[in-house]
C-alpha cells in the first residue's frame, strides 16, 4: 500500500475541520507560516486594511478573502501574500472566539452558522514562526522549557488610529535573556517582517515605558522565570481594539 | 518665440541646481508629490529601510537610490514609488542640513563635496500634499491664513527600533478644528497613506498623552491661534533619531 505525499499544513486543516484537533496549533506543520484570524463585517474592512497598512508591526497582513468577493470563505485575495489551496474560513481553525460588540460572548468548533455574505477574513501573521529561529541559535524562549504559552501584556503603546479603529493598544510577548545576548537575539528575529520581526522594548526600564508595571502578571499566557542576570525583551505578539 | 512645454517639478529641480530657489518648497509644482531628503552611509542603509518598513506613518519611504548601485545620486531604486527624470539629489534641493555624529555642523545649497560613492538617500513622503486638499475641502489649515509654517512638537511616541535605530521618536505637526470637523477632516486625509495620511491623535487628552505639555510652544514652525472651541488635531510630521 503506497502512501500518498500530504501537505502537512493541508493536514492540520483537515483535523480542524473535523474537529479532531482542538488544541493550539503551535508547533504543528513547522516550515510553513501560522497566522491569526479576524472576521469582521464589509463595513469595517477598508477600516481594518488601513489600520494594517498604518500598523505593519502590531498587524502584519498576510492576506484576506478577497473584497471583490465578500462572503467567500474559501478564496484569498490576490494581493495576499500566502496562498493556501483547499481551505474554508469558517472551520479550518481549532477554535473560534466569537465577539458581539466587542465581548466575547462565546466559543465554537466552526463558524459556519456567524459567516454571512457580508463577512471578510483577515489573517495576520504570528510569532510562532521565529521562535524555531531563536531555538537554532541556540536561544531557545524560556516557556519551551516549561512548555506553557509565551506571557503576554497589555501596553499603553498606542496603534496609529485608522477610520473606525481609534483606540487600539500594542500587546507585547516577553522573553527573557542576558544583555549580552539582546543583540544577537534581534539579528536572529529581524527577519520575520510579516511575523512582528525584532523586539521592541527590552530591559526594565524599557517595560516601564510600555506601561508593564508586573513582569510576574501576564494579562495572556503563562508567567516565567527571570533568572538573575536576565531582562525581558519584548516582541509585539498582537493587539487590542478598545 | 515658442516657448517649450515645460515640467514644473523640474523646473523647481533646475531652479534648486543653480541656486536660484532658496526658500522652502511649499506650495511649489501643485499636484506632484514633495519629499523629504536624508542621505546615509550605505552600512546604515538596510536598517533605515528597515525602519521605515515598520514605521510607514513616519517613515513613509517613497524611494531611494539604489542599492544595486550605492553612490549613484542620478538614479532611483526601482521598488521606489515614485519616478522622476533628470534630478541629482547632490543638488536639486534647495538647503542641506549637514550632520556629523547626529550633530547639525552647517548648512549647504549642495553636497557635491560631502556625497560619496558610499552614499543612499532616502525619500520620505511629506505633508505638504494632503493640505491642499484640506483646503479644496473647505478646512484650510490655520496656518495658511498667517502664512508662517506649521506648528511641530515633538513627542514621547516612540518608534518600532530597527537595527541601529533604536532610539527615535515621533515628531507631529498641529492643526486646530472643531470637534465637529475632526471626522471630516480625517477622511480628507486619510488617503494620502504615503503622507503620513489622517491624524494620529486629537483633542487636550491626546496632546497630552503624546507628551506635548504646552501647544503654545512648538518645537518647530510657528505656533497658530487655537480660537475658542476649537482643539488641536496632531498630524505625524516626522520622527526624531536621538
Not at 493541508?10 to 475541520?17: A, D, F, I, P, S
Not at 479532531?20 to 484570524?37: D, K, M, Y
Not at 486594511?49 to 490576490?78: E, F, H, M, W
Not at 514562526?129 to 512548555?147: D, K, M, N
Amino acid at each position: 500500500m503506497t502512501q500518498l505525499p500530504t501537505n502537512p499544513a493541508h493536514e492540520v486543516r483537515l483535523r480542524c475541520r473535523t474537529s479532531i484537533l482542538r488544541t493550539t496549533t503551535s508547533g504543528l506543520a513547522p516550515g510553513h507560516i501560522q497566522a491569526n484570524l479576524l472576521i469582521l463585517p464589509s463595513a469595517a474592512a477598508s477600516h481594518f486594511r488601513s489600520l494594517c497598512a498604518r500598523n505593519p508591526v502590531p498587524c502584519p497582513l498576510l492576506g484576506s478573502t478577497p473584497l471583490t468577493a465578500i462572503g467567500n470563505p474559501k478564496l484569498l485575495d490576490d494581493a495576499s501574500l500566502i496562498t493556501t489551496p483547499d481551505f474554508d474560513i469558517r472551520t479550518d481553525l481549532p477554535l473560534y472566539n466569537i465577539y458581539r460588540d466587542g465581548r466575547l460572548v462565546g466559543q465554537k468548533r466552526d463558524v459556519c452558522e456567524e459567516w454571512t455574505d457580508d463577512h471578510v477574513a483577515f489573517l495576520i501573521g504570528c510569532s510562532f514562526s521565529f521562535e524555531a529561529a531563536l531555538e537554532r541559535a541556540g536561544l531557545a524562549p524560556r516557556h519551551w522549557e516549561t512548555g506553557g504559552n509565551v506571557p503576554m501584556y497589555k501596553t499603553r503603546r498606542r496603534l496609529n488610529p485608522a477610520g473606525i479603529f481609534t483606540d487600539s493598544y500594542y500587546v507585547v510577548s516577553m522573553r527573557p535573556y542576558r544583555p549580552e545576548d539582546i543583540e544577537r537575539v534581534r539579528d536572529v528575529t529581524r527577519p520575520f517582517e510579516g511575523m512582528h520581526g525584532e523586539p521592541i522594548a527590552w530591559g526594565w526600564d524599557g517595560m516601564r515605558e510600555l506601561g508593564i508595571e508586573n513582569v510576574g502578571r501576564p494579562e495572556f499566557g503563562e508567567r516565567v522565570h527571570i533568572r538573575e542576570g536576565e531582562v525581558p525583551v519584548f516582541w509585539v505578539s498582537a493587539f487590542e481594539i478598545c
